[in-house]
């Protein structure tokens, strides 16, 4: 598979009319595009329905962290909408996951519409090891903690995890190697990695085996967005 067909680009902006530029623009480069609260507060989900009738496929990143009826029900509402991909948050829970992706699963076979895939969130790539110990009072590694999230969502049914790229491999080998590993704090090695915290540049994930990396600021905040994607396909390739 291309990497290109790995690449999944946040539109982390709040006009509509911007993100589908970044669509039009991008097309040709990733193969999903990611809706996230910035953009979905704004637009609502009609932003969905502009981006697949450009023939793009969305990340519904929205991050459900609820009882189990509320983020079933909001599961079911991004299945009917028809996104290749969304997320919870695997601390809300087993009860919270398994219901959700059973719900859906459910729905989708009697409707026969195609499941869309149900990724954990499991610790943010802008949590820090200290962060994660003195503000959120987890006394284990955080590596440990990814690990422990990653076999909960895998034991609710999910089909993968949002991870940092620093954990793709440990997640492989402890979950399986079929479990999609979405890794978001991917950078150029020429750019910042502005508030995340644990990055890694698009060709280390791909090699250690994400299954999808997100780029959002590594491409979208460089003054040609286009270019600096060409570069990184020029040194993807390169051995
Ligand atoms: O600009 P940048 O490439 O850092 O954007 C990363 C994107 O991935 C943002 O939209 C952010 O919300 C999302 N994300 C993340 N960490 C997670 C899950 C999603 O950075 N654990």
């Known amino acids: ?41 704004t637009a609502g989900p009609k932003i969905v329905e502009d ?19 509320t983020v079933a029900k909001a599961a079911l509402a991004a299945a009917n909408m028809g996104v290749y991909m969304f997320n919870v948050h695997t ?19 009697k409707q026969g519409i195609t499941r869309p895939k149900m990724i954990g969130v499991t610790v943010l790539t802008s949590i820090s090891s200290d962060m994660m110990k003195n503000e959120l009072s987890v006394n284990h590694t955080l590596k440990t903690q990814v690990k422990h999230l ?23 080998t402890s979950v399986g190697n079929d479990f999609l590993v979405v890794t978001p704090g991917i950078r150029p090695s020429w750019v910042l990695p502005d508030d995340q915290m644990r990055t890694a540049t698009p060709k280390q994930a791909l090699r250690d085996g994400a299954d999808y990396i997100v780029m959002g600021r590594g491409i979208l905040a460089q003054e040609d967005p286009v270019k600096t994607l060409e570069l990184i396909s020029i040194d993807i390739l390169t051995a």
Not at 93 to 103: F, P
């Open 51 to 69: 981006i697949h009738k450009k023939n793009k496929k969305v990340f519904l990143d929205l991050k459900f962290h609820d009882i189990p009826n």
């Open 1 to 41: 598979m291309s990497w290109r067909n790995k690449l999944i680009i946040a539109l982390d902006v709040s006009d509509p009319q911007k993100a589908l530029s970044i669509v039009d623009m991008l097309g040709d480069y990733a193969g999903v595009f990611k809706v996230g609260f910035e953009l979905f507060v």
């Open 91 to 109: 601390s809300g829970g087993l009860q919270m996951m398994k219901r959700c992706r059973d719900t859906v699963a459910e729905h989708c076979d």
């Open 150 to 172: 990653a076999l909960l969502a895998k034991q609710a049914g999910l089909d993968g995890v949002v991870a940092s790229p620093q954990e793709i491999s440990m997640i492989k």
